[in-house]
T-cell receptor, first 115, second 115 residues
Framework: AQSVTQLDSHVSVSEGTPVLLRCNYS??????LFWYVQHPNKGLQLLLK??????LVKGINGFEAEFKKSETSFHLTKPSAHMSDAAEYFC?????????????FGTGTRLAVRP | DADVTQTPRNRITKTGKRIMLECSQT?????MYWYRQDPGLGLRLIYY???????NKGEISDGYSVSRQAQAKFSLSLESAIPNQTALYFC??????????????FGPGTRLTVL
C-alpha cells in the first residue's frame, strides 16, 4: 500500500531564507509523487510532480523537489522564501495500478514566512 | 472561468438535514472525485467515479452518497447530516490520458458546517 509521511506539521522561516519541507513515501512499486499547495481559503494547486523521469523536478514559483529512491524521500525546497509562500503544502502519492488515479495525501505542512 | 466549480461555497445546516454539494467541470475529464479535508488529517477520499456508469467508494464513504449525472457533473449528498461531517469538501477531476501522471485538478472547495 502507498502512504506518505510529512515530517513537520509546521515550518517557520524568515523571508529570503531557504525552505525545506520534508516528505517520505512508502510504495510497493514505482510511484508518482506530487506536491500541492493550498493558500488560505483557496483550493489546491499543483506545485510539481514526479513521474519516473528526471529525479530533480522543478515546479512553479521557484520550488523544486528531488526524488531519492534509496531514502524514499521527496523533499520540497526553495532557495529563498517569499511572503506569498505562506500556505499549507501537501505531499501526495498516486496509488496507480488497478486503483487508477487515486491519490493518498500527507497530513500537510503549514509554512509560515516571517518578515 | 474556473475549470472545476463547486456549489455552494459555504453552507451551514442542522443535524438530520439532507444536503447536496454539487461539482461541475469543463475540462472534459472522465474521472471525478470527492474528498473531505479536516485539520491535521490532509484530504481523504469519499467517493470516485471513472465514468458516468462507474462509481466507487473511497476510504470514508459511510454517511455519504453520490450521483454522476453526466460526464461534467458529480454530486455528493449527506442523507442525514451530523456534526462530525463538518469539514471542507473538495471535488477533483483527472484524465488518464494526460501522460498517465494521475494529476488531479481541484475545485475551490465547499465549507460545510453541521450544527
Amino acid at each position: 500500500a502507498q502512504s506518505v509521511t510529512q515530517l513537520d506539521s509546521h515550518v517557520s522561516v524568515s523571508e529570503g531564507t531557504p525552505v525545506l519541507l520534508r516528505c517520505n513515501y512508502s510504495s510497493s512499486y514505482s510511484p508518482s509523487l506530487f506536491w500541492y499547495v493550498q493558500h488560505p481559503n483557496k483550493g489546491l494547486q499543483l506545485l510539481l510532480k514526479y513521474t519516473s523521469a528526471a529525479t530533480l523536478v522543478k515546479g512553479i514559483n521557484g520550488f523544486e523537489a528531488e526524488f531519492k529512491k534509496s531514502e524514499t524521500s521527496f523533499h520540497l525546497t526553495k532557495p529563498s522564501a517569499h511572503m506569498s509562500d505562506a500556505a499549507e503544502y501537501f505531499c501526495v502519492v498516486r496509488r496507480g495500478g488497478s486503483s487508477g488515479d487515486k491519490l493518498t495525501f500527507g497530513t500537510g505542512t503549514r509554512l509560515a514566512v516571517r518578515p | 472561468d474556473a475549470d472545476v466549480t463547486q456549489t455552494p461555497r459555504n453552507r451551514i445546516t442542522k443535524t438530520g438535514k439532507r444536503i447536496m454539494l454539487e461539482c461541475s467541470q469543463t475540462k472534459g475529464h472522465d474521472r471525478m472525485y470527492w474528498y473531505r479535508q479536516d485539520p491535521g488529517l490532509g484530504l481523504r477520499l469519499i467517493y470516485y467515479s471513472f465514468d458516468v456508469k462507474d462509481i466507487n467508494k473511497g476510504e470514508i464513504s459511510d454517511g455519504y452518497s453520490v450521483s454522476r449525472q453526466a460526464q461534467a457533473k458529480f454530486s455528493l449528498s449527506l442523507e442525514s447530516a451530523i456534526p462530525n461531517q463538518t469539514a471542507l469538501y473538495f471535488c477533483a477531476t483527472s484524465d488518464p490520458g494526460t501522460g498517465g501522471s494521475g494529476e488531479q485538478f481541484f475545485g475551490p472547495g465547499t465549507r460545510l458546517t453541521v450544527l
